[in-house]
């Protein structure tokens, strides 16, 4: 009997050393490499331009921006972060370049209620917003 538990463990530990979890599976794996998943993004942008922002969001998956920040220039755009830390801090950036322009005080008042952070409200303001064009970068 001590060699047949001596043996389950061994093979538990065995599988818990390969990385492997045999009590559990695992339907979405999730994203370790944030850089190269947003850059996959924005190499096939083709898919998302002239598109609502609900198609990209959707193909995000389990990557669901963290921060966001409203950008004016000539026209608006948006930077997404991906991490909670502070939103200066280095990290890898979603730029989106919208098609028309909108009225930001909405989303001027949630950056300021919801400090900076990708809630509901940001999502459903952005949801039906047309790309014009995508750009990743590290700021």
């Known amino acids: ?38 850059k996959k993004i924005e190499i096939n942008k083709e898919k998302y331009i002239g598109k609502p922002f609900s198609n990209l ?27 909670e830390r502070d939103f200066y801090n280095k990290q890898v950036i979603l730029i989106i370049f919208w098609e028309q322009n909108f009225l930001p005080m909405p989303i001027k008042h949630f950056e300021k209620v919801n400090n900076f952070r990708f809630t509901t409200n940001e999502k459903n303001f952005y949801i039906d917003k047309t790309i014009k064009d995508i750009i990743v970068c590290s700021n």
């Open 1 to 38: 009997m001590k060699i047949i538990i001596l043996f389950l463990f061994m093979n538990i530990f065995f599988v818990k050393a390969q990385g492997l979890n045999v009590f559990t599976t695992c339907t979405k794996r999730p994203i370790t490499d944030t850089v190269s998943y947003l």
């Open 57 to 83: 969001l959707n193909d995000l998956g389990l990557l669901k921006p963290k921060i966001t920040r409203i950008v004016f220039d000539k026209k608006i755009n948006t930077i997404f972060k991906f991490s």
